[in-house]
């Protein structure tokens, strides 16, 4: 597992201004969904990513098929998809963002040749980790199990 510092992530999360969220789900008990909505809600303009959802609306944004389609320019490209699927996604996201500074790969999604293009190109790569959990964590969110869990009840 990569260590990350605070530091790092923490610059990347204020720098961060708009998120193509990749492999995002239309199912609000998916993690991909929470997490696009959770940033959403945090300010965060999401772009999300599903050709299985293309034209849709999610979050008031309409789902685009692929990286390609997205208007303007993203900071950050979120993967929610198998390792073995992120090398394709690496190289659309570089040749269609010139600016884009952050490749995020959800917890469980690691692939070091792919990490290795990207970072050569000056973009910053964090693997098998969520933004969501990092946000909670740095900034006093985080509660039991990973989630914001609000009040808990003594009458469980």
């Known amino acids: 597992m990569v260590s ?3 530091d790092l992530i923490r610059s990347i999360l ?7 969220v990749v492999g995002v789900s239309m199912n609000p008990v998916r993690p991909s969904y929470y997490v696009a909505r959770y940033l959403d809600l945090k300010g965060y303009e999401v772009v999300p ?3 299985g959802h293309a034209g849709e609306m999610l979050f008031g944004r309409k789902v685009v098929a692929s990286l390609s389609e997205i208007e303007g320019e993203v900071d950050m490209v979120d993967i929610f998809r198998r390792s073995d699927a992120v090398p394709p996604i690496v ?15 959800q917890i469980g999604v690691t692939h070091a040749a792919a990490a290795a293009k990207a970072e050569a190109r000056g973009v910053t790569v964090v693997q098998d980790r969520c933004p969501k959990i990092e946000y909670q964590r740095l900034y006093g969110e985080l509660r039991m199990g990973g989630f914001a869990t609000g009040v808990i009840s003594s009458k469980l």
């Open 4 to 6: 990350y510092s605070d």
């Open 14 to 20: 204020s720098r961060t201004r708009r998120i193509a």
């Open 49 to 51: 990513v599903n050709p």
């Open 91 to 105: 190289d659309e996201a570089l040749e269609r963002f010139a600016g884009l500074q952050t490749l995020w790969m």
